[in-house]
């Protein structure tokens, strides 16, 4: 992902005509504004287990942190997560939050895209979430994506595994910045995408690569692919797989709990890099990304229906 976004920053660069930038590695925005007015929860605050025992990119303390602080701020009590996951550890939380798990230590590493989670792990997530948990499970592009497949298919989502494209809905000359928006209908109706009021409602998402989910319920797509994506096994492939219609977003109930599975991370992060500051993820101008994180929570906790 580092060498993937590096690329992406560049190519932005030059379309956008900033200059000349010299890249950095990613870095979480320090100036990205967590701080939510009228907080979701002032008491009862739902308990959040943020994943950090499996090799993951992204944790509440560096990349993440913006969304970890956005919802600290909404009222949220977040824990970081250093242990394999069993039905004890699971059961005085609300929501679990995987984000980008990994089979190896670097994604860089032989094995990075190995299945991260022990069978017993995926059961005792599973089976929590059945009884009422809810989990948002972010799954990048390769290798991310054959890391938490395995979990994913528990509940009915198959993931490409790729690197996704779509030539007519993302930024002119990138053709991994996917948008999804009401204008391009690409943005679906669901209580996630609607919000509880017209100041939650969403109107333009933006994503930075990431791969594609497939799911049988289409009611489950919020964020939808356009029918000319397609998705490459790796980076630097030139051959390509239609995932037209397929999603990078899904919300549904799965028995007593609710799952989010999202197919791409950047864009709930706020990240920045190099000289000039570069702005990645819910801190980018034009975009909704901020209210939608704020959604998926609601929905997961059941604030939002």
Known sequence: MKLWFMRIFLILVVLLGIG?????QQMADPDFIVNVEQPTYTKNYPRVL?????HNFHTAHGRYKPFVDLINSDGYNVVSNLKPFTRPSLETYKVLVIANALGAEDMDEDGAANVAF???????VHDWVKSGGALLLIADH?????AAEDLAKQFGVMMSKGFVLDEEHSVEGAPSMLIFSRENKLL????????????ERINRIQT????ALNIADANAVFLKLGSGAKDKPDRDATTTTPVGGQAQGLG?????GRVVVMGEAAMLSAQIAGSKKFKMGMNAPGNDNRQLALNIMHWLTGALK
């Open 20 to 24: 000349q930038l010299v890249v950095a």
């Open 208 to 211: 930075f690569t990431g791969q």
């Open 188 to 199: 679906q109706e669901h209580p996630i995408t609607r919000g509880r009021n017209e100041s």
């Open 252 to 256: 549904f109930k799965y028995g007593k």
């Open 50 to 54: 943020f994943d950090e025992a499996h």
């Open 118 to 124: 022990a069978a017993e792990e995926i059961k005792a």
């Open 142 to 146: 390769a290798p991310f994506g054959g």
